[in-house]
């Protein structure tokens, strides 16, 4: 888990803060295995967490939500496991001049990384202006996390360093479908 946290760490990723109520915009990644996932279309049917960051800035907030996130929704530590049926996905962006980088992140990724993260953890090269405006992006030294429901329309967006208070808001829009 930390060679994906220093991986990640290193990329430079998009920060978000979309309006609730509203579709999330269509994003195309792969993952590490050259899977190809369509958000939202591809997560229809489940919730989905998506994180989100945009430079090096936020690495320290983004990092803060990994484990946690990892934990509960994909790795299932917990007793109450079968509570959750959710999709959650880490994404990279590489956009303008870091667009030639992500071929070796992902090779590094790949030969460093435990590969049971590979499903979880999407790149994605191309244009950022559309990210800008559908989600409004804003402050480039913050990590975002959304929760979008079954149609892929957000339901919760937050910003900042992970807080129990903020995963306990998560959980109790899942739980209360």
Not at 25 to 44: A, C, H, K, Y
Request: aromatic share 12%.
């Amino acid at each position: 888990m930390k060679a994906l946290i220093l991986i990640l760490g290193t990329c430079f990723f998009v920060n978000a803060q979309a309006q609730t109520g509203e579709v999330f915009p269509m994003l195309i990644g792969q993952t590490v295995n050259g899977e190809v996932i369509d958000l939202p279309e591809s997560v229809q049917e489940k919730y989905t967490i998506i994180g989100i960051a945009f430079s090096k800035k936020s690495q320290e907030q983004f990092e803060s939500w990994v484990n946690p996130v990892y934990n509960k929704f994909i790795a299932r530590t917990g007793m109450l496991d079968d509570l959750y049926d959710v999709n959650t996905y880490f994404i990279a962006l590489f956009t303008g001049a870091k667009k030639s980088a992500m071929a070796g992140v992902m090779k590094r990724m790949k030969a460093k990384s435990d590969e049971n993260i590979f499903p979880y953890v999407l790149f994605y090269k191309g244009e950022i202006d559309i990210y800008k405006q559908k989600l409004k992006l804003e402050d480039k030294s913050k990590a975002y996390v959304f929760l979008l429901d079954s149609k892929g329309k957000i339901i919760y967006s937050t910003a900042g360093i992970y807080t129990k208070k903020k995963m306990l808001e998560i959980e109790k829009l899942i739980l209360d479908d």
